[in-house]
């Protein structure tokens, strides 16, 4: 199972808008709506931010929202934010008991 | 409130097995899969496997399949991966993570609602 795919890295000013693609196949994201995103900080665990394609935790803002297309999930966080600065991973069912998350993508505030 | 609170950091050498532990409190232990990952230094996030410890049922990813191990202990809510054949690759964090499931039926979902907070395994001769 490969890895989903994720840009290395996007960036956006305070209060921009940056989207974050995650790429996969038929197999798993084309094929269920499994589909999580986590946010995680240097040194940290990461941390739960959408589920089930575009729901949030509670204690998430809604700064955060996710979509789905085809064999592509993404992750839009809105009014970005200095403490958005962290790293972001999608991750999907792959079928049979089986998970796979994304390479992970850098997000800076400029 | 719901911890997962996983054993220290270990240094072994190459060839060599190691055996992290996760133990779970603030929730039914027997009533959420959990999850095995790995996070190389600089790396990104990585899959190893999936335990439920309600029945016994475990899936691990084919990259780790014959050196992997999850196991459980249902009297002190603990599980625990064990990794043989260490080499220096093996380097990294690894975490427990619970699964949230479902709502209203009982499957594992691959939402990693909480963490551990990860153990070091440091592989060097």
């Known amino acids: 199972q490969s890895a989903l795919t994720q840009p290395p890295s996007a960036s956006g000013s305070p209060g921009q808008s940056v989207a974050i693609s995650c790429t996969g196949t038929?197999?798993?994201?084309?094929?269920?709506?499994?589909v999580s995103w986590y946010q995680q900080y240097p040194g940290k665990a990461p941390k739960l931010l959408i589920y089930?394609?575009?729901k949030r935790p509670s204690g998430v803002p809604d700064r955060f929202s996710g979509s789905k297309s085809g064999n592509t999930a993404s992750l839009i966080v809105s009014g970005l934010q200095a403490e958005d600065e962290a790293d972001y991973y999608c991750s999907s069912y792959a079928g049979s008991n089986i998970y796979v998350f994304g390479t992970g993508t850098k997000v800076t505030v400029l | 409130q719901v911890q997962l609170v996983q054993s220290g950091a270990e240094v072994k050498k190459p060839g060599a097995s190691v055996k992290v532990s996760c133990k779970a409190s603030?929730?039914?232990?027997?009533?959420?899969?959990l999850h095995w990952v790995r996070q190389a230094p600089g790396q990104g996030l990585e899959w190893m496997g999936i335990i439920n410890p309600s029945d016994d049922v475990t899936t691990y990813a084919q990259k780790f399949q014959g050196r992997v191990t999850m196991t459980w202990d249902t009297s002190t809510s603990t599980v625990y991966m064990e990794l043989s054949s260490l080499r220096s690759e093996d380097t990294a964090v690894f975490y427990c993570a619970r699964d949230k499931g479902h709502q209203n039926y009982y499957a594992s979902s691959g939402y990693y609602d909480y963490w551990g907070q990860g153990t070091l395994v440091t592989v060097s001769s």
């Open positions: 603030g929730y039914t232990f027997t009533s959420y899969f």
């Open positions: 038929s197999s798993d994201i084309g094929d269920y709506n499994y």
């Open positions: 089930g394609v575009n």
